[in-house]
């Protein structure tokens, strides 16, 4: 697994959601649906920390635990008023998904309303939103006006996931050929299945961007199916949808 760093514009709500460029970077309801939503989320992953045994062996950026794997590079988003990580972009055969996580209400969740947040967004940039089901659920399919370096016009098109676990929300997009081919998503959302939160006990707003960090130098091990880990260089820019 490899580390690149990269620089992000300013973003700290899940209302207003990144996208890379080429370049570079269930809803839980209330009562017996939302203790359903929950069993089967920890059955499947994501997971909450609470859910798993230990953290040997996963890659720790403090709010995510990142389980390595072959193939898979990381490249981290960094604001650059604050220095501080923002994102974190899973790269894998070309595609590539951007991982934020969030504090969200006890009671409830997010999603339900970030969906239509984002949709009201890619709207009023003459995009387009498309509500699709998917392996978590319901997914938004995005596509919005863009123009090649030759002066050509076109769409860019995003997947959005969305997972409520215990006190915070994870949001994943998807880029490249993951957003719009499953065969070619698989082994991210794979590894979007092993990924597990960190929340911590401080009393956080919601919507709160869970405080993510560079890793530890020499605190995970390399598995013998993964390249060594390298420091964060810096990389290309993470733009915004919204």
């Not at 995510?64 to 590079?73: D, M, N, V």
């Not at 934020?100 to 009671?107: E, K, T």
């Amino acid at each position: 697994m490899v580390f690149g760093r990269g620089r992000k514009a300013k973003q700290e709500q899940p209302t207003d959601p990144g996208e890379t460029r080429e370049a570079a970077a269930d809803v839980a309801g209330d009562g017996a649906a939302a203790s359903g939503a929950a069993t089967g989320r920890a059955a499947t992953g994501p997971f909450d920390v609470s859910e798993i045994e230990d953290q040997d062996g996963y890659v720790d950026l403090g709010a995510l635990l990142i389980a390595p794997s072959e193939g898979l590079q990381l490249r981290l988003e960094v604001e650059e008023a604050t220095q501080r990580v923002v994102a974190v972009t899973m790269d894998l055969n070309g595609s590539s998904l951007q991982l934020q996580a969030f504090a969200a209400p006890r009671s409830e969740g997010l999603w339900d309303e970030i969906r239509e947040q984002i949709g009201q967004s890619v709207g009023s940039q003459g995009g387009q939103v498309e509500e699709i089901q998917g392996g978590f659920g319901t997914e938004l399919l995005a596509k919005l006006p863009a123009s090649g370096s030759d002066g050509s016009h076109g769409y860019r098109v995003a997947r959005f996931i969305g997972v409520d676990g215990p006190r915070w929300f994870l949001r994943g997009v998807f880029g490249g050929e993951a957003a719009v081919d499953r065969e070619a998503a698989a082994g991210l959302e794979g590894l979007f299945r092993q990924i597990v939160v960190v929340r911590g006990e401080n009393p956080m707003p919601p919507r709160d961007l869970l405080q993510l960090r560079l890793p530890k130098e020499n605190a995970v091990p390399a598995p013998q199916s993964a390249p060594d880990l390298s420091r964060p260089e810096r990389g290309p820019e993470t733009t915004q949808i919204g």
